[in-house]
């Protein structure tokens, strides 16, 4: 019995979470246990949205029965997309530290906090980040309501010089949309979802883009000759990388929106955070990975001096005995000189990085070939 006890009394803590799981991560949470799961649930979500989008235009006379939009079509899978995108990102953020593990300082205690931390979203933060998508939304929409071009016989009216009459002319040529209540209110519903889910998507990953950064920096045993544990952190940011280029790639097919300066604007600010989110976590692990590299290299080429030092000294005094095996020792040497100097210093597997290019490149090869041949075809 007391063996028992001493047994139990060794047992370590139970993990105790430093914080308790957001709004948003008990929603996620709960998909998790939809029967059809998460994706069908985002993805029947959107559907649903844009069916409820395009009744309310088809009744409001926006466009004919039957006409399907585009960009009402993305505007109603965009704050599904980005909800499922944090889910999916956080069960890729714990495959990720299983993988990293083996690279991990502090053992089992520090694994479970940091997995925890990466991929829980404080409950404050939510409200954060929708917010602030929001306050950005708002003033992005109003900047471009107010500089999309209006006819000219309303331009030239009285209606055309009052702030509001601009402000709402703008907003339905800039959404494609019927100057109606419905339309209005069934838009402005979209947009605020959306900026919101936005606003929470961006500041998730802005936080992940630090922590990760924290785990390289402060948590990280480095070992060049063991560089696969550090990859797995890398393939999480790429994914984050190209989950984000996904939304320029939609916000980018459509040429209406495209040709305001919210798309651009837009397009450019999510494209940034993208880049951003894939390349600055991993700067500081390559900087690590450098140092760890050029002190090998200075123990190598200090052997080396010693070794060719020796060899001279010998040849001088004429005493040749026992010379091969040091012929046989610099070749070795100058062998892991070479090896250690081919070894990289970024901690991405070379498809990872042609992966991330590539979707980076590609939108915006699309959006300047779409402007080029607007100008081409329009007179």
Known sequence: MKAATRRSSKRPPAFVAPYPPGGVD???AWVARVPAGP?????????????????????AGTYPVGHLSRQHAIGAFLAPYA????????????????SFAP??????????????????????FALVGGLAGLAAGLMLVLGAALLVPLPADVAGSGSGRDLLALLSLGFAALFEIGRTPASYVTTIAFLTLNWWAGGILA?????????????????TEVNLFKQGP????????????????LVVYAIASVPSYMTQPVGGITVALIALLAAASFLLPLLRVH??????????????????????????RRIDLGTYRGMDERHKALAGLEIERNMIGAMPTWPWQPETFRWVLAAMILPIAIWVIQLLLQRALIP
């Open 203 to 219: 500041l998730h990953t802005i936080r992940r883009l630090f922590l990760v950064a924290r785990i390289y920096a402060r948590h």
């Open 287 to 312: 900087s690590i990975l450098g140092s760890e590299k050029e002190r090998l290299l200075d123990g190598i080429a200090n052997r080396l001096h010693n070794a060719g030092e020796e060899l001279h």
């Open 83 to 98: 909800i499922g995108l944090i889910d999916y990102l956080d069960r890729s953020a714990a495959l990720a530290m299983k």
């Open 26 to 28: 008990r929603f996620t």
């Open 230 to 245: 550090l990859y797995a952190l890398s393939r999480l940011t790429a994914q984050t990388t190209i989950g984000a280029v």
């Open 39 to 59: 994706w069908a649930f985002y993805l029947g979500g959107g559907l649903l949205l844009f069916v409820l989008a395009t009744g309310v235009h088809w009744a």
């Open 103 to 124: 690279a991990l300082r502090g053992g089992g205690d520090s694994y479970q906090r940091l997995t925890y931390i990466l991929t829980t979203f404080p409950p404050r």
